[in-house]
């Protein structure tokens, strides 16, 4: 017996049905198929882990405030410093341990972060949040003055409450602390005065 076919479905009823439900298996397993494809395009957690750059929007950053990014699983600190905070670097110079980040200078510092700010552009440095004593976060301690287990002539820095370490707003430690080096600049770059990319300096 002959059948009969329109628009290549059969007008066979029971066979109807038995196409349309094979067809939607196919689909659905077409598409389970090309889920593990789809995902291979995605960044692996080892990717990640390996540090792909990070893009930082700083338009809201307002002087004299901090925001934070993680990069590497790192968190790294993005500070607008204000013109007063700038004057005051240099008066930190003769307590600091290595203020010209010549200890290390490759590790702490990219060559054209290796100046009296620490940074490409003056008024914003960009360090990791880490102490490089034991890998304890510090404080954000901006003002200036006196204040508990700070210095009367605080300039304004980070403090670790860990065990005591101090850094100046340039990301440098100080003398007689348990931190032997400077916080880390990490490599970045301004893709346009609003936007820094953090673990590229191909621009810098």
């Keep these: 017996m002959s059948e009969t076919f329109v628009g290549a479905v059969p007008t066979d009823p029971s066979k109807r049905t038995w196409l349309i439900a094979s067809s939607c298996a196919g689909a659905v397993g077409g598409i389970a198929a090309a889920v593990p494809f789809v995902s291979s395009f995605q960044p692996s957690e080892r990717a990640k882990a390996a540090g792909a750059a990070v893009e930082a929007d700083i338009a809201a950053l307002k002087p004299g405030e901090k925001m934070t990014v993680e990069w590497r699983g790192k968190p790294v600190w993005i500070v ?9 670097l240099p008066k930190n110079d003769p307590q600091l341990a290595d203020p010209n980040s010549q200890r290390k200078p490759s590790d702490q510092a990219p060559e054209y972060a290796r100046n009296a700010t620490r940074s490409i552009k003056p008024e914003l440095l960009v360090v990791v949040g880490i102490c490089t004593h034991l890998g304890c976060s510090p404080s954000d301690k ?38 032997p080096d400077n916080l880390e600049v990490p490599p970045h770059m301004y893709l346009s005065d609003t936007k820094l990319l953090i673990g590229e300096d191909r621009n810098a």
Aim: proline share 13%.
């Design 80 to 88: 607008r410093r204000t013109p007063e905070q700038l004057a005051a």
């Design 142 to 179: 901006l003002q200036a003055g006196p204040q508990p287990s700070l210095p009367d002539d605080w300039q304004g820095g980070f403090f670790c409450p860990c065990h005591g370490s101090t850094f100046d707003l340039a990301g440098r430690v100080f003398k007689n602390k348990p931190a």
